[in-house]
């Protein structure tokens, strides 16, 4: 599976959905919750639905439904489970516990939770690890949750996250690695400064991000090129690996002028194990 770059189209919106074809996401993130006014519900299942039925080709094709407690998600899945979407993804997610009530809901569909949108939500950060069968990823987010605590910005003015919210994105890059699963980093909302999201994404490779989601066509092919290894990154990768085999029996290599061991093999091994995946 390759999982650099999931842009969420409206669900309401099927000419956005038919653009969004076109623009090598790997996967679509159609969304009922947020991005859909409540007058727009409705039509927006039925469409989501409908675009889900008619374009299997393509990219992978997740919906995100409304929240556990919202009276909305019975009739979100009642519209769309017979579509057959590749995930759900879930918002407002309060740990293992939602995750196994909305696959009680759903059975056999994998569930990419947004695990940062409630208070409570921070305390469960590490109980996704006893439901990694159900889930098949961990994002987070820096909106939410400001709103729901009267914070008046997750944001510096510079757009860095306030201490808060870098503990969030920690704790959930973390919560993701310890069950195992994709670490996806959140949306970044000025989508017109392009190249503050390639630095930003680039950041969240460096991090130990697996992928981003997007907003905008224009961020996917940014998100794109950040999660995919360089030709350079590559190569020292592929050297790294050549050096400890041409020295077996060694634990500690000189590897010009720097120290390289155990992590730096088992790092070179991931790097080109990723770029396989990525290869089209
Ligand atoms: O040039 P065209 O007319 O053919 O197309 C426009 C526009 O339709 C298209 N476009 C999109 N296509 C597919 N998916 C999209 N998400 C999308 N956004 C735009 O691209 C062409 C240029 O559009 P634009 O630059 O004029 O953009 P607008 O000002 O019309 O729209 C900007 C927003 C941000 C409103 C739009 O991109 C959008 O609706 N994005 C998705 C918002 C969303 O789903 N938000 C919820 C998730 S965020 C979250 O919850 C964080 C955890």
Same mark, same amino acid.
């Given at each position: 599976?390759?999982?650099?770059?999931?842009?969420?189209?409206?669900? *309401?919106?099927?000419?956005?959905?038919?653009?969004?074809?076109?623009?090598?996401? *790997?996967?679509?993130?159609?969304?009922?919750?947020?991005?859909?006014?409540?007058? +727009?519900?409705?039509?927006?299942?039925?469409?989501?639905?409908?675009? $889900?039925?008619?374009?299997?080709?393509?990219?992978?094709?997740?919906?995100?439904?409304?929240? $556990?407690?919202?009276?909305?998600?019975?009739?979100?899945? @009642?519209?769309?489970? *017979?579509?057959?979407?590749?995930?759900?993804?879930?918002?407002?997610?309060?740990?293992?516990?939602?995750?196994?009530?909305?696959?009680?809901?759903?059975?056999?569909?994998?569930?990419?939770?947004?695990? /940062?949108?409630?208070?409570?939500?921070?305390?469960?950060?590490?109980?996704?690890?006893?439901?990694? &069968?159900?889930?098949?990823?961990? /994002?987070?987010?820096?909106?939410?949750?400001?709103?729901?605590?009267?914070? /008046?910005?997750?944001?510096?003015?510079?757009?860095?996250?306030?201490?808060?919210?870098?503990?969030?994105?920690?704790?959930?890059?973390?919560?993701? &690695?310890? +069950?195992?699963?994709?670490?996806?980093? /959140?949306?970044?909302?000025?989508?017109?400064?392009? *190249?503050?999201?390639?630095?930003?994404?680039?950041?969240?490779?460096?991090?130990?991000?697996?992928?981003?989601?997007?907003?905008?066509?224009?961020?996917?092919?940014?998100?794109?090129?950040?999660?995919?290894?360089?030709?350079? @990154?590559?190569? @020292?990768?592929?050297?790294?690996?050549?050096?400890?085999?041409?020295?077996?029996?060694?634990?500690?290599?000189?590897?010009?002028?720097?120290?390289?061991?155990?992590? &730096?093999?088992?790092?070179?091994?991931? $790097?080109?194990?990723?770029?396989?995946?990525?290869?089209?």
């Amino acid at each position: 599976m390759r999982l650099r770059s999931l842009l969420f189209v409206p669900g *309401d919106r099927p000419d956005r959905m038919e653009k969004a074809l076109g623009l090598e996401a *790997d996967a679509l993130i159609l969304d009922l919750e947020d991005a859909v006014a409540p007058q +727009a519900k409705p039509a927006a299942r039925q469409l989501t639905a409908e675009f $889900l039925r008619s374009a299997k080709q393509g990219p992978m094709f997740f919906i995100r439904v409304n929240a $556990l407690d919202s009276d909305l998600i019975d009739d979100d899945l @009642e519209a769309i489970l *017979d579509a057959r979407p590749d995930a759900l993804i879930l918002p407002k997610a309060e740990g293992a516990t939602s995750v196994r009530a909305l696959a009680a809901k759903a059975p056999g569909i994998p569930i990419l939770p947004i695990t /940062t949108e409630t208070p409570a939500a921070v305390f469960e950060l590490g109980s996704y690890r006893t439901v990694r &069968h159900l889930i098949l990823g961990l /994002t987070w987010g820096a909106e939410d949750l400001p709103a729901a605590i009267g914070a /008046t910005n997750s944001r510096e003015e510079d757009g860095s996250y306030t201490p808060p919210y870098e503990m969030l994105r920690s704790l959930a890059l973390f919560g993701a &690695h310890a +069950a195992g699963v994709e670490a996806i980093e /959140t949306v970044y909302p000025a989508f017109r400064e392009l *190249d503050g999201l390639a630095a930003y994404a680039r950041r969240a490779r460096r991090d130990g991000f697996t992928g981003m989601m997007a907003i905008h066509p224009a961020q996917v092919p940014i998100i794109n090129a950040a999660f995919t290894p360089t030709v350079e @990154e590559l190569a @020292e990768a592929q050297a790294i690996i050549d050096a400890f085999a041409a020295n077996p029996g060694r634990g500690a290599l000189n590897f010009g002028g720097r120290m390289i061991d155990a992590p &730096h093999l088992r790092q070179a091994r991931r $790097l080109i194990a990723l770029a396989e995946t990525a290869s089209p």
